[in-house]
Structures are given as C-alpha cells and as structure tokens.
C-alpha cells in the first residue's frame, strides 16, 4: 500500500493556473430590497450579500465554460496539445445525455488533440471538488501521460421569485492542474463527509429552480463541517503528529452560499477548537469560551446564544483568515461549483505574492444531498509559477468594477425570460450582448433539433 511517500509520484501536484468568469451585468442587492419591499439590511445584512451576477437568455453553462477555459488558455500561453484530461463539475444540466465537456472540445478542434480523458460531474455544488480531486489522481496515476489535467466548475444559480432569489449568482472557474504547482494540494490529508438527504435538490427537469429546504441545508452543511473538520484533524495527527486548530492555517475558506453563513461556519471551527483542544489552550488563548466547552456540537446548529458568543470570539480571526477570500462572492453571489473557487481566487487577490508564499490554506467544500470534503492547500514560488498564476487573476477587480447595473424591474424581467426560453426549441436569443467582456461566447441559436450553436465577441 502507497502511503504517501513513494518517489515516484510527481512532484508538488496542484493547481499551476486559473481563470474565472463571471457574468459583465449585475443587481444592487439594496435596490433589489426595495424592489422587493423587504425590511432594508435582509440581503446586505442579513445574508451580508452586495451584488448579485446573473445571466441573459445569451448565456448557458456551455458558453460560460467554453469562455473560462478559453480565456485561460489564452492568458497562459498553453498550447491545446497539452491537455490530457478535462472534467467540469456542474449542476447546471442542459442535456441529460451530452455532457459540457464534449462542447468544450470543439476548442481543441484546431490543435488535432482529441486525446483527452474526462466527462462531466455533478452534485450540487461539490461537482467542481470532485473533478478537481479526480483530476489529482490522475496526474498521480499509472495512467498519467505528462500532460495537464484541466478542471472547469461552473454554474448559473437562479431562483424562484421570493426570500431566496437574493442568493442567486453564476460564474465559472477554470483551473490548470499538474506538478511543480504554486499551489500544492497537500497530500494524505483530506476528509469528507457524505449522506443521503434532501435538502437542495433539483427534480424537476423542465425549471432551472431548485427545491430548498433552507433550515435542514443549513444544518446539512454545519453538519458536514463538525465532521470533515474532526477527520481532517485525526488524519493530521496519524500523518504528521499535527494538532489542528486555526492556527494552523494562514488562510479559511468555505463554500459560500451566502457570505453571513461563512462567518458563521468559521466561528463553528472555533467552536470545535473550544471543545477538542486541551483545557490549558482554550484557557490561555479563548478564555471567553470556556462556559461552553461542555456543548454537544449537534445541540447547537441553531443555538443563538452560543452562535453569537463564537461568532464575536472568531472576529478578529474572521477578519484575517477567511473574510478575505469573500470579496466575489459578496459581489456576484453563489456561483455554486466554482463558489469555494472564486473564494480562492479572492483570497490570492487580496495579497501580494510575498504575503502569499508559504501559506497554507484550508478549503471546505460542501454540495447537498450531500458530499463535503475538506483539504488544504500550500502556496510556494514553484520557480516563478505562482508569479504567472497571479498575473492571470490579476484583473479580476478591474472586471468587477466594469460590470454594468441593471435595475431590479429589468433584472426581474430578465428572470422571467429565462424561465420562458428554458429548454425552447428552435430559439434564437434576443437580449443584447453589447455590454458582454471582451472574450465572452454567447448563445447565438437553438435550432429544432436543440443543437446549440455560439458565438464569441471579440470586442
């Protein structure tokens, strides 16, 4: 049995560059408040939401994948001929029997490479974990060939009109997986969690709205987080005789369906430390917490008073390790596969190459019914690489700020017109695409047969 240690493997295995996208037009969420005629604050307090992203008729998942991929592409230099395997994770479906992937190949159509192993993944918001971890081990395998791995997660999260609507976003993440990477998956150290329930699921073929029980997904995901945060823990100490808490990570990041819960789910870590770590240390270092370190975690998924006293606790480590890594979402929303993705993304923003080197960044990924897992990653110069990877995103702010607003009553009808044409056959778009970032492919018809053909505007 391989323990982790065997020569032969490659080297430092990880992400080597990334790309996101997300859509050029937005929602204020106060103006979407007013719209809605709720109390001010719920969606920028309450969720802790600024921004919302949302898609045209124009746009589908092909168009949103077949952009990221190709912008990185492009941004990176990398010849088609290099990719070996591609998997999109996503739980925007299009064709029950086609998968993204197969589009995103006609990129590849010019280089001759249609060597290429992978298809599509899906399972609510854990899709794009679990193409990421399958393409790990394949660059870790007997069938490895050299070449990169190429992992895209992306999603376009909508709603039905009403108190979820707010949490809706898209966008997508493309990433570029091999060895001599900047940044490392750590290997031997990752814990999931997985069971069978309902708590966000999509049954209905005919809508893009999913069927959400929203007390049970939250107690789902704080669920998931006692648990993969207990075995990740277990296995640093079987590995490297390694005592985890938060300070063991320069950085923390979480699945965001919404950025209030984040904090939340950071303060639940401190909480788990409260309880696991010796007397002496929650004495020395979180004496505030010490009346509650006799709880039952499973006790207090909605226990206020212990949520707030850990929530103000966690702030200061809040502030520094996990509220950087929020800055997309909080602009465009839950982009779902590629939300914890665009939470990476921010945080490698958020510093400067030299603030970044040698951190070592925890990832909590969870998607419903349900599959969680958490892993950590380490950042290091890999030779200049971590220079090029942060180049790329390097404009990911400048983007955000180009993005135009759309009043709530377009917004809302914009919805409308998507829940409309979704699925129609033969359809021919009629939203403009004007405003649309430079790169961006777009739909430009559905004929009768469904058979999608699009377009990319260059300027």
């Known amino acids: 049995m391989n323990n982790g240690t065997d020569k032969s493997w490659p080297p430092h295995v990880g992400i080597v560059a990334l790309e996101i996208y997300f859509p050029s037009q937005y929602v204020d969420q106060t103006e979407l408040e007013e719209f809605d005629g709720v109390s001010g604050g719920k969606y920028t307090i309450g969720l802790g939401q600024s921004k919302m992203g949302f898609c045209s008729d124009r746009e589908d998942i092909n168009s949103l994948c077949l952009t990221v991929v190709k912008n990185l592409m492009e941004k990176h230099n990398i010849g088609y001929e290099k990719i070996g395997r591609i998997e999109v994770g996503t739980e925007t479906i299009l064709d029950k029997?086609?998968?993204?992937?197969?589009?995103?190949?006609?990129?590849?159509?010019?280089?001759?490479?249609?060597?290429?192993?992978?298809?599509?993944?899906?399972?609510?918001?854990?899709?794009?974990?679990?193409?990421?971890?399958?393409?790990?081990?394949?660059?870790?395998?007997?069938?490895?060939?050299?070449?990169?791995?190429?992992?895209?997660?992306?999603?376009?999260?909508?709603?039905?009109?009403?108190?979820?609507?707010?949490?809706?976003?898209?966008?997508?993440?493309?990433?570029?997986?091999?060895?001599?990477?900047?940044?490392?998956?750590?290997?031997?150290?990752?814990?999931?969690?997985?069971?069978?329930?309902?708590?966000?699921?999509?049954?209905?073929?005919?809508?893009?709205?999913?069927?959400?029980?929203?007390?049970?997904?939250i107690q789902c995901y704080l669920s998931s987080l006692d648990k993969c945060y207990k075995r990740f823990s277990e296995k640093a100490k079987a590995k490297n005789s390694e005592t985890i808490s938060l300070e063991s990570f320069d950085g923390i990041l979480f699945h965001s369906p919404y950025c209030k819960l984040v904090q939340k789910s950071l303060a639940r870590l401190l909480l788990n430390d409260a309880i696991s770590l010796p007397e002496a240390d929650v004495k020395s270092k979180y004496s505030d917490l010490e009346s509650i370190r006799s709880v039952k975690l499973e006790d207090t998924y909605f226990d206020r008073d212990v949520e707030t006293k850990v929530v103000s606790s966690s702030k200061k480590i809040f502030e520094g390790k996990t509220k950087p890594s929020l800055h997309l979402a909080n602009q465009v929303g839950n982009m779902y596969t590629p939300s914890v993705y665009g939470g990476l993304v921010s945080y490698l923003a958020s510093k400067t190459e030299a603030q970044l080197v040698d951190n070592r960044v925890c990832v909590f990924s969870y998607g419903s019914g349900l599959q969680a897992s958490m892993y950590s990653i380490r950042i290091c110069k890999a030779n200049g690489q971590l220079t090029k990877l942060l180049g790329g995103i390097s404009d990911v702010n400048s983007r955000l700020d180009s993005r135009k607003k759309i009043q709530p009553a377009l917004f809302e009808k914009t919805m409308t017109l998507r829940q409309e044409v979704h699925h129609k056959a033969p359809y021919v778009p009629v939203e403009p695409v004007a405003d649309f970032f430079p790169g961006t492919y777009y739909l430009e018809s559905v004929d009768d047969m469904h058979r999608r053909k699009y377009t990319r505007k260059m300027k």
């Open 97 to 217: 029997s086609k998968s993204v992937k197969s589009v995103l190949m006609q990129l590849f159509e010019a280089s001759g490479n249609t060597d290429i192993e992978g298809v599509d993944t899906t399972n609510a918001c854990y899709g794009g974990t679990a193409a990421l971890f399958n393409s790990l081990s394949w660059v870790e395998s007997s069938a490895w060939d050299g070449r990169y791995a190429l992992v895209v997660a992306g999603d376009i999260a909508v709603y039905a009109s009403g108190a979820a609507r707010p949490t809706g976003g898209a966008g997508a993440v493309a990433m570029l997986v091999g060895p001599n990477a900047p940044l490392v998956i750590e290997r031997g150290l990752r814990a999931s969690h997985s069971a069978h329930v309902y708590d966000f699921y999509k049954p209905d073929l005919e809508s893009e709205f999913p069927r959400v029980d929203g007390k049970l997904s």
